[in-house]
C-alpha cells in the first residue's frame, strides 16, 4: 500500500511559477512509475506527466511541454512537477499518481494503470 500526499498548491498569477510535490510512504517508491494528473471543474481528469521508476524516461502532455518538469529523488520518495509560465487553462487540481512497474522503464498515461492517487493540490492561476 502507499501513500501519497500532494503540496505545493496555490493562487499565481499568468505567467508565474510553482512547484507541486508528493511525499510517498509504504510499498517500494522505486519500483513505481510516478505521474501527475489535474482536473479542472467539469472536466475528466487528465495526464500531465509522468517518469519513470529510475527517473530515465519521462512523458508530458502536448499542452505544457516545454514549460512543465517532473522529477523525482527515490531516496526520499519523492516526485516533483516544476511548473512554469502558468496559464489560466492550467487551473485544476493536481494529483499525483503511482503505477506500479517493476524494473520496467515505462511510463504510462493511462489513468486506469494507476493504483495509488494522492488526495490533490489546487493551482489557479488568474489572468
Known amino acids: 500500500q502507499v501513500q501519497l500526499v500532494e503540496s505545493g498548491g496555490g493562487l499565481v498569477q499568468t505567467g508565474d511559477s510553482l512547484r507541486l510535490s508528493c511525499a510517498a510512504s509504504g510499498g517500494t517508491f522505486s519500483s513505481y512509475c510516478m505521474g501527475w494528473f489535474r482536473q479542472a471543474p467539469g472536466k475528466d481528469r487528465e495526464f500531465v506527466a509522468g517518469?519513470?521508476?529510475?527517473?530515465?524516461?519521462?512523458y508530458y502532455a502536448d499542452s505544457v511541454k516545454g514549460r512543465f518538469t517532473i522529477s523525482r529523488d527515490n531516496d526520499k520518495k519523492t516526485v516533483a512537477l516544476q511548473m512554469s509560465v502558468l496559464k489560466p487553462e492550467d487551473t485544476a487540481v493536481y494529483y499525483c499518481?503511482?503505477?506500479?512497474?517493476?524494473?520496467?522503464?515505462?511510463?504510462?498515461?493511462?489513468?486506469?494503470?494507476?493504483?495509488?492517487w494522492g488526495q490533490g493540490t489546487q493551482v489557479t492561476v488568474s489572468s
Open positions: 517518469i519513470s521508476w529510475n527517473g530515465r524516461s519521462t
Open positions: 499518481a503511482a503505477s506500479y512497474s517493476g524494473t520496467a522503464v515505462i511510463v504510462t498515461t493511462v489513468i486506469k494503470e494507476y493504483d495509488y
